[in-house]
């Protein structure tokens, strides 16, 4: 089978550090197919990848906006591609798909659309007033801080607002497509509710693979210190890192937790904010060692935080789990029940909810006992994201169109 792979940017392979989510999935994956089943794959993308492109992929094209149908068509023909893999995330691009859509459908190529985010992130950003203050007294994105807060603080009305203006960038991929690949189950009535449409018939739900899993040997997590991690690109209006902070200074109110420490792994334009924050909250056990291999620290840390404003399938918790690491989340996604057994493999807390949130936390960190045994299940959980599983789940839906 040939398989053309559509990206926001040219894929480059793991040896080139390729940190973007979607161009970490799709390379492995194609890995997989290439090795597996010997397929051919091939990648098209919009904008260029200084690093090179990756060893699995044949060729690659660069598309353009307004798109070449032409050198497109072209392409398909030359390299006669059998299936279209559309992960593009970018609004500019999307509104590209029924064209792409339209022209492989005149080579008998099938297309899927991979919706690699939770239906409608668009009207998840959030920000505090203190985010706010912050950037106007620093001169920083006063006026995109002050938008987001007002998005945050009249929820109701803007999310239904927002909602309205992207039906048609849902809409319009769904019509056209051959299938439509979401994350969680949840995700395919939020999905519709924004589109407008009843074509329920063209979802599949294959949630991501883990490129490289690495187990911790469970002999080993009696080694594990008192350090809880947050990891991930510090930018506020999705990450929501001014909540686990406000937690945190909860948690150092207690005697008995003063030797537990907080590691934040990033970097991003939350950075100053958040270290402002902890300023100001007097927090002590605290450290920012900026973008890391966070590998070393999820061999040592026994609880992962995750606190965002919505993700769609969380690689951090993914690749914390099988190392031992009990991720404590807040349910602001439909797929945290699919990833998470609640008080079994991790914690689930009301959204929004930081005194909730502090107890479960504040819990397993007295529980010497039970953070044994969630690290254990968490290591057991984490082989469902094996991607022999879900390389094979998505060669069945490949075959299937």
């Known amino acids: 089978m040939n398989i ?36 051919t794959s091939f990648n098209a993308y919009f904008m260029k990848n200084p690093k090179g492109l990756s060893e699995v992929f ?26 279209i893999v559309i992960n593009v995330s970018n ?26 985010f939770m239906p409608g992130y668009e009207a998840c950003s959030y920000a505090a007033f203190s985010m706010v203050y912050f ?40 019509k056209t497509s051959d299938k439509v690949v979401v994350f969680s189950p949840g995700y395919i009535q939020q999905y519709l509710d924004i589109a407008r449409s009843t074509q329920n018939n063209k979802f599949a739900v294959i949630h991501n693979p883990m490129p ?20 991930g690109r510090l930018y506020e209006p999705t990450k929501r890192i001014s ?12 005697p008995l937790l003063k030797d537990w420490k907080l590691t934040i792994i990033g970097e991003g334009v939350s950075d100053n904010y958040y270290k402002w924050l902890a300023n100001k909250y007097k927090i002590e056990n605290i450290q920012f060692v900026g973008r890391q291999d966070p590998k070393p620290y999820y061999h040592k840390a026994s609880i992962l935080l995750s606190i965002s404003s919505h ?9 914390s789990m099988p190392m031992g690491v009990i991720p404590c989340v807040f349910n602001s996604y439909s797929a945290t029940s699919e990833i998470i057994d609640h008080n079994i493999n991790g914690m689930i807390a009301p959204d929004n ?34 991607m022999g599983i879900i390389g094979k789940q998505w060669r069945t839906l490949l075959e299937s169109c």
């Open 212 to 231: 490289f899993l690495t187990y911790i040997n469970k002999n080993e997590l009696s080694n594990k210190e008192k350090e809880v991690l947050i990891v």
């Open 243 to 254: 909540y686990a902070l406000k937690v945190w200074k909860m948690i150092e109110q207690n």
């Open 311 to 319: 993700e769609s399938w969380p690689m951090v918790i993914m690749e």
């Open 58 to 83: 044949t060729k690659g094209m660069q598309l353009r906006i307004p798109l070449n149908e032409e050198e497109l068509s072209d392409f398909i023909v030359d390299n006669k591609i059998d299936r």
């Open 353 to 386: 909810d930081l005194h909730a949130f502090f107890l479960l936390l504040e819990s397993v960190m007295l529980d010497d006992k039970k953070r044994t045994q969630m690290a254990e299940a968490a290591i057991e959980k984490a082989k469902f994201s094996d």
């Open 135 to 174: 950037n106007f007294i620093h001169k920083l994105k006063f006026v995109d801080s002050l938008r987001k807060w007002l998005i945050t603080i009249t929820r109701p009305i803007s999310s239904k607002l927002i909602k309205r203006i992207i039906c048609k960038l849902y809409a319009q991929p769904l």
């Open 91 to 116: 609004h500019e691009y999307v509104k590209e798909i029924p064209h792409i859509n339209q022209i492989a459908h005149q080579h008998n190529a099938k297309t899927i659309y991979c919706f690699h």
């Open 4 to 39: 053309l792979q559509i990206t926001n940017y040219e894929c480059a392979s793991m040896s080139a550090n390729d940190n973007t989510g979607i161009n970490r999935v799709v390379t492995a994956l194609n890995d997989h197919y290439v090795n597996s089943y010997h397929d």
